[in-house]
């Protein structure tokens, strides 16, 4: 590889690093250009999935300010590229390394914090973004429900206080 082809590549991978929210390190060998695509297709439309040469990935994750790959840079070596929803790219490399044990997760890093393999299947079984926020959303709309009965209850109780010490009253013949 030419100087300015190393120098072109170093500079789009530290633009990946720098404009994704995660970046997962995986080891492809043995996988063929087919499973490859289909590992494409299930990461999602927001993660790019690339082949990379470990030296120029170093040069180019070190310029962007991230370390912790540096040992995990061994071996034939591919990077996903997540710039959306981190939780859907880490369930497609999951579930694509259950059907194919080829895939090895070798760790990754998101938001800046570096991730073990087994945290980022952990991150794998959490329910993607939107249905997260629907819950907590729900739960948020439960609580104002809860809150606006006990507001309400309170004038419907004043009234039937009210109600009982006027009937004493007249029982009473006040």
Do not use: W
């Not at 080891?27 to 082949?51: C, D, I, M, P, W």
């Amino acid at each position: 590889m030419a100087r300015a082809d190393k120098a072109a590549a170093i500079a789009e991978l530290k633009s990946q690093f720098e404009s994704s929210s995660a970046a997962v390190l995986t080891e492809y060998r043995g996988l063929t250009v087919a499973q490859l695509k289909e590992l494409r297709n299930s990461l999602g439309e927001h993660a790019k999935f690339a082949v990379v040469k470990n030296t120029l990935t170093k040069l180019a994750a070190n310029q962007a300010g991230i370390t912790e790959l540096d040992n995990l840079l061994q071996g034939p070596s591919a990077i996903a590229f997540v710039k959306g929803d981190v939780v859907e790219a880490a369930k497609g490399l999951r579930d694509f390394a259950k059907a194919n044990p080829l895939l090895v997760i070798k760790g990754g890093v998101v938001d800046g914090k570096s991730m073990t393999p087994a945290e980022i299947t952990k991150l794998a079984d959490l329910e993607s973004r939107e249905v997260l926020l629907a819950k907590l959303a729900g739960a948020m709309k439960a609580k104002l429900g809860h809150a606006a009965s006990v507001f309400n209850a309170l004038p419907t109780n004043m009234a039937q206080l009210a109600e009982a010490l006027r009937a004493k009253r007249e029982e009473a013949g006040e």
